[in-house]
C-alpha cells in the first residue's frame, strides 16, 4: 500500500510565492494618510490609542497573516497542489472476474499458535496452520463475492511443475470454488508466485479482474519475482489484491546444509542449522545414518532480526553447527539430519548421501582356486589388495568361486576381479548391471579364459572381442615380452609420475590375450601397451562403471606381474581409479521438492524405475539416455532398474527460502513500485486553495465595509 | 464689537440670576449668600450650642420638646463673579481653526459669546464681574477684578475680542491663581474643553471649593469632534502640541465614543464631588441653551454646602 504524498502540478509556480513580499512590506511600510487634521481632543485620542494598541498587537499579526496566506493559497492555487492518498480498495468482484490464488507453500505450514506439530497428510493436517487461515479467509471470500461474478482458483503449488488451476476455467458456481478452495492440502513445494499469477492471469483471459493472493510473501526474491506478471495483469486492466497471512511471531529453525569431512574414525558430518526471525532457542539435532543407527546433539541457534535485503538467497542469518563424530564404518546411503521445531515441522529433516564409510571391498572371483592357496589364480592379488590382511584398512578383499556369485550390489562391492574364470555367462547380467551403476570390473586373463564365451557373455563389457591367447616368446627363453612405460597423463598413471613408472617396464609377459580392433561404437581405449603396441591393458566405460581388461594373469602364469615391486601400487590404484574413490559417487544425486530432477541412465536399452521414501513408484518422463521425475516430497528417492539393484539415489530436500519466515517485499509494494498512481487516489487542492484565498479576500473585504460602517 | 445676537440677549434679560451661595458682601440684593447671618429667609435649625445667639432660639420648640435649637436664617448679598475663558489651542478647533476663531463655530468662538453674554447680564444684573483668560495669544489683561459698571464691561468684551487661541491652558494652575485672586466667596464659571487630565485640575476645583466658591463648569465640546465624524483617514494633530496620530476615523469610532463616555463621566464625577456644577455644552446649541441651564439652575440647588457646618 502506497503512504500518503503531496505534490504539485505546476510546482515552477511556487515562485510566485515571492508576491506575499507584497502584504509584507505594505505591513511593514504602513502608508501613513496625508491629509492633516487639527483635532481639539487629542488627549482622547492618546487614551483611545493606548486602549485600541493591546488589540492591535494582536490584531495586525493576525491581518499579516491572513494576507500573507492569502496570497500564498493564490500562489498554491496557480501551482495545482494535490494531495496523494491510497486509494480504498474497490470491493472485491466488482469487475466480474475474480482469482483467488492460494499460497500452500511448505512456509503456509507455518504453525500460529506454537501447537503441536501437525502431521502432513493427516485429516485434519495444517490446522492452526497459516494456510488454514488463508483457506478459511479464501473460502469466506469466495462466499462474499456479488452474485454473476465469475471465479477461478490456483494452488500456488501442487501441480506437476508447480502451479496449478484448481479449476480449469472461471465459474459462476462459487460453491464449487469453495470446495477446490477447501481441498487444498499444504505441500513441500516453493513459493512459485509467479506461477500462479501467469495461471491467474491465463484464466483471466487478457480481461480486467481481480487477482487475490493469499500468502504469506515468505522466502527471498519470491515477491520480486512476481514483476512481469504483475505488469502484464495491470496492463490489462487487472489488479493484484494481496491478503497477507502471516503469524504473529515468525520463528524458525532449520537444518539448511550437512557435510561429510574427514576425521577421527569415519569422519565427521557438519550439520549446519539457520535460525529465522527474533530470538535463539535450543535444537535438539538428530542425524540418522543409513543403517538406521542415529546421534543427537544439542545446541543453541539465534535468529536473523527483520527486515533482510530483498533478494538474498540464503541470508546470512545466524547459523549454529553441529559436528557428529561417523563411526568407522557405515553403508552408503541417503541419511537424515533433523531437529524438533515446533512451529514448522516440514522443513526440519534433511536428507543427504553419506558416502560408505570404511574398507573398500573388492569381490575376486577365483576361476583357478588350485589345490593349495599358493597354487591359487588370486594369491598375489589377494596379497596386493590386502597386505597387511582384512584390518578394516584399505581394501577388503572378499574372495569366492564364480558359483559363488549371487548379486553384485554396487553399494556393497567397488571393484570385481574376474580373474582366469572359464565361463562368465552365468554372471554376465550381474556384472552388466554392476558396471551401469558405477562398478569396476577388471578381467584377468588365464588359460580357463574361452574368449568365445566371453566374447558372447560379456560383448557389451567388452573394449574389445577377445581373441585366443598366443605365446610373446618362445617358452624356452628366459624373460619375456617387456611393458611399455605408461602415460602418467592418464589418470590410472598419475599417481606414477612421482616414480615407479619404470617399474612397468621391468614386468615380462611371455603369454597374453590380443584382442579384435577396437569397434568405432565402443567408447574404449588402451591405457598400457606391450613394447611394440600389443594392448596390454584395455579400458571400456559403459554406463557410469568402467571395465578394464588384463591381457595378462594375476599369477605367475604368463608373466612375473605378480612379482614385481609395481604390482601392489598398481593393484590398489586399480581398485581406486575403479570406484575407490567415487564407487556409487555417480549414482547420487540430490534434488529439491517441486524441482524436476534429470538422472542419466546406464544404458537404453534399461527401463529404470524411480520410487519415492515409502516405495511407491514415480511418474517419470523419458528423454533418450535421461529419467526425468518431479518429486513431490522430501525423501531419499531410489532409481532401479527391473530386477536390478539401484542405479541412483536421490535426497530430495524442501525448498530452502521456504524456511526463511521473515518478512520480505510485499505485492503491496511491488505493485506500488510498478504504478504508483494506481493504489494512489489524486485530490487536487487547487480548487481549495483559490477558495479558501477567496474567502479570505470576501471576510477582508466583510471586515473592512464594517469598519467602513458600510 | 461683539455681533451679539439680538434674540439671545432678549432671552438672557428675561432671566435671573440666582445665585446659589451667600456672600459677605455688603450689596445685598437678589442673591442668597451661602455665608449664614441676620437673614428673612428661614434655613434649618441646629442644636445650641454655648455661643450662639440666645435670640435664635426657638422657645416654642424648647417648650414642647425640652430640647434648645437655634433657628438659622440665610443672607442675600452681592455676588461677585469670576468668567474663567479657557483658551488654549485645543480650543481653537471645529470646523475651523487658527487666527481668531468665528464665533459661532469653533469651541473658543462659542465660547466667546458665551462669556461675553454672561458678562452682559451679570452688567445688567449689577454684578460684579470679572474675567480669567488661561491660555491664548494676544491677550490684553489676563485676569480682571470682578467689578461693576460699563467701563469694566467693555475691558471684558475688549479682552474677549481680541484674545487668540493658543498654547496650553493649565487649568490646574489657572484655576489655581483665579482662586487666589478672589477676596471672598463668589462664583467662578468656567467655560472650557476641559481637555487636560482631571488629575490636573481637579485639586485646583477642590480648592475653590473648599473656599465656598461656587464653582460653575461649562463644558463646551464639539459634538462632531467628539463622534469623529470625519470622511477620511488623517494625521490627527493637536494645535497644542505633540506628534500627530495616524487615524482612521470609521476603525475607531466606536471605540473612540467608549473613551469619550468613559471620559465625560470622569470629568463630571470630579466636578460634582466638590459642589461644583456642571453643564454640558455642545457647541451646535444656540447660546440661549447652556445660559438657561445655567441661570436656572441655581435654585434648585438652595442647601447647605457641607463646608457650612
Avoid at chain 1, 490584531?59 to 495545482?80: N, S, W
Avoid at chain 1, 535460525?275 to 546433539?297: I, K, Q
Avoid at chain 2, 464653582?215 to 467628539?226: A, K, Q
Amino acid at each position: 500500500m502506497t503512504g500518503w504524498g503531496f505534490g504539485f502540478v505546476a510546482a515552477g509556480a511556487l515562485a510566485l510565492a515571492v508576491l506575499a513580499l507584497g502584504p509584507l512590506l505594505a505591513h511593514l511600510a504602513r502608508q501613513s494618510p496625508v491629509e492633516r487634521r487639527a483635532f481639539g481632543a487629542m488627549m482622547l485620542i492618546e487614551r483611545l490609542a493606548r486602549r485600541i494598541r493591546r488589540r492591535r498587537r494582536i490584531q495586525d499579526p493576525a491581518l499579516l497573516a491572513v494576507r500573507l496566506l492569502t496570497v500564498l493559497l493564490v500562489v498554491a492555487a496557480v501551482a495545482r497542489p494535490e494531495l496523494r492518498v491510497p486509494d480504498t480498495a474497490p470491493r472485491i468482484g466488482g469487475a466480474g472476474r475474480v482469482v483467488v490464488v492460494l499460497d500452500n507453500s511448505l512456509s503456509m505450514s507455518l504453525e500460529e499458535t506454537g501447537a503441536l506439530p501437525a502431521l502432513l497428510g493427516a485429516a485434519d493436517a495444517g490446522e492452526g496452520t497459516l494456510l488454514a487461515r488463508a483457506r478459511r479467509e479464501a473460502v469466506d471470500l469466495v462466499g462474499a463475492l456479488p452474485p454473476g461474478a465469475r471465479v477461478g482458483a490456483v494452488a500456488v503449488a501442487g501441480g506437476e511443475e508447480g502451479p496449478e488451476r484448481l479449476l480449469p476455467t472461471l465459474v459462476d458456481d462459487h460453491g464449487r470454488v469453495a470446495r477446490a478452495l477447501e481441498a487444498v492440502q499444504p505441500t513441500w513445494a516453493g513459493t512459485d508466485l509467479a506461477g500462479a499469477l501467469r495461471e491467474a492471469r491465463a484464466l483471466l483471459g487478457g480481461e480486467p479482474g481481480e487477482v487475490v493472493v493469499f500468502t504469506d510473501e515468505a522466502g527471498p526474491g519470491t515477491v520480486t519475482a512476481t514483476v512481469p506478471e504483475i505488469e502484464r495483469i495491470l496492463a490489462a486492466g487487472g489488479r493484484v489484491l494481496p491478503r497477507v497471512v502471516r503469524a504473529a511471531s515468525s520463528r524458525n529453525v532449520t537444518v539448511a546444509s550437512v557435510a561429510h569431512g574427514g576425521g577421527i574414525e569415519g569422519g565427521s558430518l557438519r550439520v549446519g542449522l539457520a535460525g529465522y526471525g527474533e530470538g535463539s532457542e535450543e535444537a535438539a539435532v538428530t542425524v540418522t545414518l543409513p543403517d538406521g543407527s542415529r546421534m543427537t546433539a544439542f545446541t543453541q541457534v539465534s535468529g536473523c532480526p527483520e527486515p533482510i535485503s530483498e533478494g538474498t538467497a540464503l541470508p546470512a542469518c545466524e547459523r549454529a553447527d553441529v559436528l557428529f563424530t561417523v563411526p568407522p564404518e557405515v553403508p552408503g546411503g541417503v541419511a537424515t539430519a533433523s531437529l524438533e521445531d515446533d512451529r514448522l515441522t516440514s522443513d526440519d529433516t534433511r536428507w543427504f548421501h553419506l558416502p560408505r564409510v570404511g574398507p573398500s571391498r573388492v569381490l575376486v572371483v577365483d576361476g583357478d582356486p588350485g589345490p593349495t592357496p599358493i597354487q591359487s589364480e588370486v594369491y598375489f592379488l589377494e596379497r596386493a589388495l590386502a597386505p597387511w590382511g582384512n584390518q578394516g584398512m584399505g581394501v577388503t578383499p572378499e574372495v569366492t568361486a564364480p558359483d559363488g556369485v549371487t548379486s553384485l550390489d554396487p553399494e556393497r562391492y567397488r571393484v570385481v576381479f574376474l580373474a582366469n574364470v572359464s565361463d562368465p555367462r552365468p554372471l554376465a547380467d550381474a556384472l552388466s548391471a554392476f558396471v551401469r551403476a558405477g562398478g569396476g570390473l577388471v578381467i584377468t586373463g588365464g588359460d580357463n579364459v574361452t574368449p568365445e564365451r566371453y566374447n558372447a557373455a560379456l560383448s557389451t563389457l567388452l573394449p574389445a572381442p577377445l581373441r585366443r591367447a598366443r605365446n610373446l616368446v618362445s617358452f624356452e627363453v628366459e624373460g619375456g615380452l617387456p611393458l611399455a612405460f605408461p602415460d602418467t597423463g592418464l589418470d590410472l598413471f598419475a599417481p606414477f609420475a612421482r616414480g615407479g613408472r619404470a617399474g612397468f617396464a621391468a614386468v615380462r609377459t611371455r603369454r597374453a590375450l590380443t584382442f579384435d580392433p577396437v569397434p568405432e561404437e565402443v567408447e574404449a581405449r588402451t591405457l598400457l601397451a606391450f613394447e611394440g603396441g600389443l594392448p596390454f591393458l584395455l579400458e571400456r566405460t559403459v554406463g557410469r562403471g568402467r571395465v578394464l581388461v588384463l591381457a595378462g594373469t594375476v599369477d605367475l602364469a604368463w608373466g612375473d606381474l605378480p612379482l614385481q615391486a609395481v604390482f601392489l601400487p598398481f593393484v590398489q590404484r586399480l581398485v581406486a581409479f575403479l570406484g575407490g574413490e567415487s564407487a556409487g559417487g555417480t549414482a547420487r544425486f540430490d534434488g529439491t521438492v517441486g524441482e524436476p530432477v534429470s538422472i542419466p541412465l546406464p544404458g537404453p536399452s534399461h527401463r529404470p524405475r524411480v520410487t519415492d521414501p515409502d516405495g511407491h513408484a514415480v511418474s517419470t518422463r523419458g528423454i533418450p539416455g535421461w529419467i526425468r521425475f518431479t518429486p513431490r516430497r522430501p525423501g531419499s528417492y531410489t532409481v532401479s532398474i527391473e530386477g536390478g539393484p539401484p542405479i541412483a539415489w536421490v535426497a530430495v530436500n524442501p525448498p530452502a527460502p521456504e524456511s526463511d519466515v521473515r518478512r520480505q517485499t510485499g505485492l503491496a509494494e511491488v505493485e506500488a513500485a510498478i504504478d504508483p498512481t494506481r493504489l494512489t487516489r489524486r485530490v487536487a487542492l487547487g480548487p481549495a486553495a483559490f477558495a479558501g484565498a477567496l474567502l479570505l479576500l470576501l471576510a477582508q473585504a466583510a471586515a473592512g465595509w464594517r469598519r467602513l460602517g458600510g | 464689537m461683539i455681533p451679539w445676537d439680538p434674540e439671545v440677549l432678549s432671552r438672557i434679560r428675561r432671566l435671573a440670576l440666582v445665585a446659589r451661595h451667600a456672600v459677605q458682601g455688603v450689596l445685598h440684593g437678589e442673591h442668597s449668600s451661602r455665608a449664614l447671618g441676620p437673614s428673612v429667609e428661614f434655613v434649618d435649625y441646629k442644636a445650641y450650642t454655648p455661643g450662639d445667639p440666645v435670640r435664635d432660639v426657638d422657645w416654642r420648640v424648647w417648650a414642647r420638646t425640652d430640647r434648645l435649637v437655634v433657628r438659622r436664617y440665610q443672607a442675600e448679598s452681592h455676588l461677585p463673579v469670576v468668567l474663567v475663558l479657557d483658551a488654549s489651542g485645543d480650543m481653537a478647533t471645529g470646523t475651523a481653526g487658527g487666527g481668531r476663531p468665528p464665533l459661532d463655530t469653533s469651541k473658543a468662538g462659542y465660547a466667546l459669546c458665551l462669556t461675553a453674554t454672561l458678562a452682559w447680564y451679570l452688567h445688567l444684573r449689577g454684578e460684579p464681574t470679572g474675567l480669567a483668560v488661561l491660555g491664548g495669544d494676544d491677550v490684553p489683561w489676563r485676569a480682571l477684578q470682578p467689578r461693576t459698571g460699563r467701563r469694566h464691561l467693555g475691558s471684558i468684551l475688549g479682552v474677549l475680542a481680541s484674545v487668540r487661541p493658543a498654547g496650553r491652558a493649565e487649568l490646574g494652575r489657572g484655576l489655581t491663581r483665579v482662586a487666589a485672586g478672589l477676596e471672598r466667596r463668589s462664583m467662578v464659571v468656567l467655560a472650557s474643553d476641559l481637555m487636560e487630565e482631571v488629575a490636573g485640575w481637579a485639586p485646583a476645583l477642590d480648592a475653590l471649593g473648599r473656599r465656598r466658591t461656587d464653582v460653575r463648569v461649562l463644558h463646551l465640546y464639539d459634538p462632531r469632534e467628539l463622534d469623529l465624524a470625519f470622511p477620511r483617514a488623517a494625521r490627527f494633530f493637536s494645535p497644542e502640541g505633540g506628534a500627530p496620530v495616524a487615524l482612521d476615523p470609521a476603525g475607531v469610532r466606536e471605540d473612540f465614543r467608549g473613551v469619550v463616555r468613559a471620559w465625560m463621566h470622569e470629568v463630571k464625577e470630579a466636578v460634582t464631588a466638590w459642589q461644583g456644577r456642571y453643564l454640558p455644552v455642545p457647541t451646535d446649541r444656540p447660546l440661549t441653551d447652556p445660559l438657561f441651564r445655567l441661570l436656572s439652575g441655581g435654585s434648585r440647588r438652595r442647601r447647605v454646602a457641607p463646608h457650612a457646618a
